[in-house]
């Protein structure tokens, strides 16, 4: 038995000082970082340890731009691009002679180089001198009063941000939905009809119980992907997401780190176990919920 035991550890240990390497050990200096006070990065010299790092990040007004940016783009896209991959999905589970084809047409923006899409999306909606944008045209068209959406009014950036977003998002749930849905026993849609049970019935109590579990798989992974966005501001904001009023919360940590204020670990650390317990957190609370809404 005990020889046993040593070589299912042999074949553990490459997976364990992989995960040791890369993730545990750089979890202990992000917190050992996170409460050295007075770190000089260059003469790698602190003063002592303690939460100040905390203090100032959470009085930092950037950080708490940030994370009002990133809790925005989190309650506004996840429900909509799950609500919108649910739809899409059922609409696609009902034409199947072209589903194949559908399916392939709205997976494309997925493989896409997600900076390539947010250059497009600038140019959709960017007012410059030489022209108003296709979006702004449109407007103007039904009456409207053109608003430049990448260099105006903090809604209008927001807008766009959640708007990128949730396309971005949307083929890889529409994908996984639509697999769930052709997953469900037939014989359960057989009886309905039988019993003549009307379409939203058999919707909420045959469908969307089914499916629950691939549903809060994407809720979940939705609201760690959203806390977790920075690129998809950069290719809309540009690098100097700060003056844009647009950083989010990987953005501040990014910049605390290397840019143009960087040069300051402890507080990159701080704000990153911030974030951490937000994720850790809210996804606590969502484990808590399925436990009496998804049927497994």
Not at 1 to 30: E, T
Not at 60 to 71: E, R, V
Not at 108 to 132: D, Q, R
Not at 169 to 174: C, I, N
Request: a positive charge; aromatic letters at 18%; one cysteine or more.
């Amino acid at each position: 038995m005990k020889k046993n035991n040593l070589k299912g550890w042999l074949y553990l240990l490459p997976a364990i000082l992989f995960l040791g390497s890369f993730m545990v050990y750089p979890l202990i200096d992000v917190l050992v970082y996170s409460v050295e006070e007075g770190y000089n990065s260059a003469s790698q010299t602190f003063f002592g340890y303690g939460l100040y790092n905390y203090s100032y990040v959470l009085h930092d007004p950037y950080f708490l731009q940030a994370l009002k940016n990133t809790f925005i783009l989190v309650i506004i896209t996840v429900p909509l691009s799950t609500g919108f991959a649910l739809l899409i999905s059922l609409a696609l589970n009902s034409t199947q002679k072209l589903k194949d084809f559908f399916q392939t047409v709205f997976f494309l923006p997925y493989v896409t180089n997600t900076l390539a899409v947010g250059l497009v999306f600038m140019i959709l909606f960017k007012k410059t001198p030489y022209s108003e944008g296709l979006v702004n045209l449109l407007i103007s068209w039904f009456g409207g009063r053109s608003v430049d959406f990448i260099d105006g009014p903090y809604w209008a950036k927001m807008f766009v941000l959640c708007f990128y977003t949730i396309w971005v998002v949307l083929p890889f749930k529409v994908l996984i939905l639509t697999s769930a849905l052709a997953s469900v026993n037939k014989d359960y849609y057989n009886v309905a009809k039988l019993d003549a049970t009307p379409r939203w019935r058999v919707f909420t109590r045959i469908t969307l119980p089914m499916i629950s579990p691939m549903i809060f798989y994407l809720v979940i992974t939705g609201f760690i992907g959203a806390f977790k966005a920075y690129s998809d501001a950069v290719a809309l904001f540009g690098t100097d997401l700060n003056s844009a009023g647009m950083n989010t919360i990987v953005g501040y940590v990014y910049d605390m780190l290397y840019g143009n204020s960087g040069g300051y670990p402890s507080y990159a650390s701080a704000a990153a176990l911030i974030l951490f317990a937000v994720v850790l957190t809210i996804t606590c609370i969502n484990l808590m919920v399925s436990r009496d809404n998804v049927q497994y």
